[in-house]
């Protein structure tokens, strides 16, 4: 009787740790593999029952072996030496087995020593690439959010919710690592019992020494760790997904960020510009003020002004003076054209009150209208008159100007003749 397990039953756990070894950091492959997991566990139960058929088949094998040799008479001697030399055989070979088996312990626990060195060393290099990774991002989101004039409060509050994020993610991705290499190792160990039982089933053919409550308890065992990653993994998978969504979120928020600062950088540009051609046209001016004040300088050298103290004391005397009689002359002209829009406000509401009461005689209506159009006729001559003199008076002033020129040209030339 061949109690061995078809390969059809392990080709879903052979394809499965395939796939844990060829996966990446995917949420499609790790979908994938969820389902392959999904498809090994049904095969797995599958498996055990199959195993619990055997076990009855067996029970009843030896039950009805062990009547059929007491009922057999087995008298000759030759007949029970052959069947002791091969029991002796099975031993010595199931010894030998039992042996091979312990040194294949021993040096999966050396290679598993061996493993675990590197999986320290290669995590120590991964925690220092993620803590640079982490400073760098820290970094980069406090330049952008001095950038855009967010206040200190605010700042130290988003770093420490993004610093949480990251060691969220760190640890998910830790405990993510752990679980597969658990699950891995799990894996290995359950294939490497389902071959012992395959070797220990050829042999259990001729020696009934099986020990199937063993194995049943190691599966169960085996199976509860199972369960429990993968418990363990359903939740790192809900931690991820909100992290994922946390994270596109934050990816919203600097892309907004990023279009900000944009736009600012362009203003900044466009008043560099400006800048720029204030400076030029401040330089400009600057040029020409220079040469204005050196053209000035060489005028009152060529006029000899420097040498005439004076003369020059008294010629800004009266340009004082001058300028002051101007302001006085045009805040008289402010007063009275004030004055004259308060008479014609007058006069109109004269006019108007006139008009009302006089309604009924219509020859009176006449003569008033006469009079008041031969008053704003007088009116306007004398509005004429004021601006004519206005301009008048603007003129005298640029005469007295000249005048004061003239005389201070001649007192010049009298004293070179002195």
Same mark, same amino acid.
């Given at each position: 009787m061949n109690l061995s397990i078809s390969d059809e039953d392990h080709s879903g756990e052979d394809k499965l740790e395939e796939g844990v070894r060829e996966?990446?950091?995917?949420?499609?492959?790790?979908?994938?593999?969820?389902?392959?997991?999904?498809?090994?566990? @049904?095969?797995?139960? @599958?498996?055990k029952r199959r195993n619990e058929l055997l076990k009855r088949c067996l029970k009843e094998f030896f039950q009805k072996r062990k009547l059929d040799h007491v009922c057999k008479e087995q008298?000759?001697?030759?007949?029970? #030496?052959?069947?002791?030399?091969?029991?002796?055989?099975?031993? +010595?070979?199931?010894?030998?087995?039992?042996l091979n088996n312990l040194r294949e312990?021993?040096?999966?626990?050396?290679?598993?020593k061996v493993q675990e060195e590197e999986k320290t060393k290669m995590e120590e290099k991964w925690r220092e690439l993620f803590e640079t990774l982490k400073q760098t991002e820290v970094e980069k989101a406090n330049g952008l959010m001095i950038m855009t004039g967010w206040k200190k409060e605010k700042r130290e509050n988003m770093m420490k919710k993004f610093s @949480?994020?990251?060691?969220?993610?760190?640890?998910?991705?830790?405990?993510?690592?752990?679980?597969?290499?658990?699950?891995?190792?799990?894996?290995?160990?359950?294939?490497?019992n389902e071959l012992k039982l395959k070797r220990i089933e050829n042999?259990?053919?001729?020696? +009934?020494?099986?020990?199937?409550?063993?194995?049943?308890?190691?599966?169960v065992?085996?199976?509860?760790?199972?369960?429990?990653?993968?418990?363990?993994?359903?939740?790192? @998978?809900?931690?991820?997904?909100?992290?994922?969504?946390?994270?596109?979120?934050?990816?919203?928020?600097?892309?907004?960020?990023?279009? +900000?600062?944009?736009?600012?950088?362009?203003?900044?540009?466009?008043? +560099?510009?400006?800048i720029e051609e204030i400076s030029s046209t401040l330089k400009k001016t600057i040029s020409i003020r220079n040469k204005n004040l050196h053209t000035s300088q060489q005028l009152t050298d060529k006029a000899g002004l420097n040498l005439f103290p004076r003369l020059l004391a008294d010629y800004k005397e009266k340009h004082t003076k001058l300028i002051e009689i101007n302001e006085e002359i045009n805040q008289l002209t402010e007063t009275l054209d004030e004055t004259r829009n308060k008479i014609d406000k007058l006069e109109t509401s004269a006019l108007q009150v006139k008009i009302g009461r006089k309604?009924?005689?219509?020859?009176?209506?006449? #003569?008033?209208?006469?009079?008041?159009?031969d008053r704003y006729r007088l009116q306007n001559r004398n509005r004429s008159h004021w601006s004519r003199s206005k301009s008048r008076s603007s003129d005298d002033s640029s005469t007295i100007q000249s005048s004061l020129s003239l005389s201070f040209n001649a007192k010049k030339l009298l004293l070179l003749d002195a």
């Amino acid at each position: 009787m061949n109690l061995s397990i078809s390969d059809e039953d392990h080709s879903g756990e052979d394809k499965l740790e395939e796939g844990v070894r060829e996966v990446e950091e995917d949420p499609e492959e790790r979908n994938k593999l969820l389902e392959q997991l999904k498809q090994t566990y @049904k095969t797995r139960r @599958k498996v055990k029952r199959r195993n619990e058929l055997l076990k009855r088949c067996l029970k009843e094998f030896f039950q009805k072996r062990k009547l059929d040799h007491v009922c057999k008479e087995q008298d000759t001697s030759s007949q029970s #030496a052959q069947i002791e030399a091969a029991y002796e055989n099975k031993l +010595h070979n199931y010894n030998k087995l039992t042996l091979n088996n312990l040194r294949e312990i021993q040096e999966k626990e050396s290679e598993e020593k061996v493993q675990e060195e590197e999986k320290t060393k290669m995590e120590e290099k991964w925690r220092e690439l993620f803590e640079t990774l982490k400073q760098t991002e820290v970094e980069k989101a406090n330049g952008l959010m001095i950038m855009t004039g967010w206040k200190k409060e605010k700042r130290e509050n988003m770093m420490k919710k993004f610093s @949480k994020l990251i060691d969220s993610q760190r640890t998910a991705y830790e405990t993510e690592g752990t679980a597969k290499s658990s699950e891995i190792r799990l894996r290995e160990k359950i294939r490497s019992n389902e071959l012992k039982l395959k070797r220990i089933e050829n042999i259990a053919d001729d020696i +009934h020494i099986l020990d199937y409550e063993r194995v049943q308890a190691d599966n169960v065992r085996i199976q509860t760790k199972i369960d429990d990653k993968l418990s363990e993994l359903r939740k790192i @998978k809900a931690n991820n997904v909100s992290s994922e969504t946390k994270i596109s979120e934050l990816q919203k928020k600097i892309s907004t960020v990023q279009r +900000h600062t944009e736009a600012l950088s362009a203003n900044l540009t466009t008043s +560099h510009e400006t800048i720029e051609e204030i400076s030029s046209t401040l330089k400009k001016t600057i040029s020409i003020r220079n040469k204005n004040l050196h053209t000035s300088q060489q005028l009152t050298d060529k006029a000899g002004l420097n040498l005439f103290p004076r003369l020059l004391a008294d010629y800004k005397e009266k340009h004082t003076k001058l300028i002051e009689i101007n302001e006085e002359i045009n805040q008289l002209t402010e007063t009275l054209d004030e004055t004259r829009n308060k008479i014609d406000k007058l006069e109109t509401s004269a006019l108007q009150v006139k008009i009302g009461r006089k309604t009924d005689e219509k020859l009176s209506e006449k #003569a008033a209208a006469t009079e008041i159009l031969d008053r704003y006729r007088l009116q306007n001559r004398n509005r004429s008159h004021w601006s004519r003199s206005k301009s008048r008076s603007s003129d005298d002033s640029s005469t007295i100007q000249s005048s004061l020129s003239l005389s201070f040209n001649a007192k010049k030339l009298l004293l070179l003749d002195a």
